[in-house]
């Protein structure tokens, strides 16, 4: 696997996991205590409670932990609609970690991005680097910190998600490392998007 390939999407990783971040208005400390947990293909699959309450999935290699650990955990990849088959269980919203463990502990390191179980997400590989896309701005919602575009290519409409980014309809705009999911629910937005493209930098054509 190529170096421009797992720094493409390393930084998608990170995109999305900072707009799971804004999406469910959760402070970024990367702590949280375990609510319950299960054990499966060498990995732990762990349900915490963050700060505010709320909680979340959390799954990287296995590690000794019991209801009520305090855990801390590194880099995150956002999976959606995830399917375990070790536990035959399929999770809405799962945070695949670089690093974890209980806090006041040494981090347990997880398989590079890239080498996670396979997602059943129906998602495209990374753009390659140096190969911009692009299209022409049909329509955009800005929500969260985040843009939403709808985007005329060729024949069709794509949907493509970035930082928040200035442009109305009729802009020409082209967007470099993005990755597609399908079935993305932007919260802020209200609104499921049957497939949406997250892209690493998006710029409107002068």
Known sequence: MSRSFLAILAAVA???YSLFLAENALAADNT???????????????EVEVTGGQKVWIA???????????VRWGNAMVM????SKALNKRFAEILF???????????????????????QLGAAPPAAAGTPDGGVVKSVANAGGYSYIEVTKGSGTVW???????MKAGDKVQWQGGTEMSNF??????????KIIFAQTVTVAK
Not at 60 to 70: C, D, H, R
């Open 32 to 46: 949280g205590k375990v609510v319950q947990f299960q054990n499966g293909g060498g990995y732990t699959y762990a």
């Open 14 to 16: 990170a995109f999305t």
């Open 60 to 70: 990287g290699s296995q590690i000794e932990v019991k209801k009520g650990t305090q």
């Open 185 to 194: 629910t932007a919260k802020s937005l209200n609104r499921t998007f049957p």
């Open 97 to 119: 970690v670089d690093g974890w463990g209980p806090v006041g502990k040494q981090s347990t390191a997880t398989s590079p991005h890239g080498s996670y179980p396979t997602p």
């Open 160 to 166: 493509v998600a970035a930082m928040e980014t200035p």
């Open 80 to 83: 959606r609609n995830f399917d």
